[in-house]
């Protein structure tokens, strides 16, 4: 998995790089945003294989809800 850094400081400056990151969720791929605190991790909640992918990222069980 390639990790790839795209700093958003101005929503309308980039438009192509928010575009990049919705084609990549779409794509089952996941997406980190950061937050107030430390960070989010971003999937298609309605593709399984995101989902699996989200939950190896985070090590935990598929039983286990988040």
Same mark, same amino acid.
């Given at each position: 998995? /390639?990790? &790839? =850094? =795209?700093?958003? #400081?101005? *929503?309308? &400056? #980039?438009?192509?790089? =928010? %575009? /990049?990151?919705?084609?990549?969720? %779409? #794509?089952?791929?996941?997406?980190? =945003?950061?937050? /107030?605190? *430390? +960070?989010?991790?971003?999937? #298609?909640?309605?593709? /399984? *294989?995101? *989902? @699996?992918?989200? +939950?190896?990222? &985070?090590? %935990?069980? +598929? +039983? @286990?809800?988040?």
């Amino acid at each position: 998995m /390639e990790t &790839k =850094i =795209i700093s958003i #400081n101005d *929503v309308q &400056k #980039n438009m192509d790089s =928010i %575009r /990049e990151a919705a084609t990549m969720l %779409r #794509n089952g791929q996941l997406v980190a =945003i950061p937050t /107030e605190t *430390v +960070y989010g991790l971003a999937a #298609n909640g309605l593709d /399984e *294989v995101a *989902v @699996k992918s989200l +939950y190896d990222a &985070k090590d %935990r069980p +598929y +039983y @286990k809800a988040f």
